[in-house]
């Protein structure tokens, strides 16, 4: 059974780009939230997306955002970056909104410079 | 006050130990506890899920949830290397986000 796949794995980018980062979750799993790592801050929550819908928002900026496709596969998208935004990016997958816990992908590390 | 708080470490043990891994929280709406271990460079890994207050064990892992204290541990019996990680301790109520702690991270050395 495949895992959660993000692509990609790295990435550097310039201040004041933007980027797309993509999470396909487990088979059957209809529930996608992201979360961001870094290592002063721990895991934060960006947002939970469940059936294509917006369930959860964190307290990030408006320029993450995300979206959710009929087939469960999620992007987010990060507009204007900024250094602060350096960080590991993590999508996690599960049949019905985390009750059994959620399934991490390996992440995208993201440096901006 | 953080809503979940947790042994900051690094904990350093030697191979065949009892770790005691602690976290406390504020919200005593949360009922489902979860411990994520993760290595360097991967994504967190679901180690153990509670709901409500009670044990749980598998295999050399048991997990604890005392929800009248707000408390929740994880112990590993017989520690090996392959323990050493950083462990993550979660918690949410049905349809919310779940609510990490900062991590302690482990080295269990031989």
């Known amino acids: 059974k495949a895992g959660v796949t993000q692509t990609p794995r790295y990435l550097i980018k310039t201040r004041g780009q933007q980027v797309t980062l993509s999470c396909s979750p487990i088979?059957?799993?209809?529930?996608v939230s992201w979360y961001q790592q870094t290592p002063g801050q721990g895991l934060q929550f960006l947002f939970e997306?469940?059936?294509?819908?917006?369930?959860n928002k964190g307290n990030f900026p408006g320029r993450f955002s995300g979206r959710q496709f009929s087939n469960s596969r999620s992007e987010m998208n990060v507009s204007t970056l900024e250094l602060g935004d350096s960080a590991l990016y993590l999508c996690?997958?599960?049949?019905?909104?985390?009750?059994?816990?959620?399934?991490f992908g390996s992440g995208t590390r993201l440096t901006v410079v | 006050q953080k809503e979940v708080e947790q042994d900051p470490g690094p904990l350093s043990v030697p191979e065949g130990a009892i770790v005691s891994l602690n976290c406390t929280y504020s919200?005593?709406?949360?009922?489902?506890f979860m411990w994520y271990r993760q290595y360097s460079r991967k994504g967190p890994e679901l180690l153990m899920y509670?709901?409500?207050?009670g044990n749980k064990e598998d295999g050399r892992f048991t997990a604890q949830v005392d929800k009248s204290s707000k408390y929740i541990s994880l112990f590993i019996r017989d520690s090996q290397p392959s323990d050493s990680a950083t462990y993550l301790c979660a918690m949410t109520n049905y349809g919310q986000n779940f609510v990490f702690g900062p991590g302690t991270r482990l080295s269990v050395l031989p």
């Open positions: 509670t709901y409500s207050s």
């Open positions: 996690a997958s599960s049949p019905d909104r985390g009750r059994d816990g959620y399934t």
């Open positions: 919200n005593s709406a949360f009922q489902y």
């Open positions: 088979s059957g799993h209809r529930s």
């Open positions: 997306y469940f059936s294509e819908t917006q369930r």
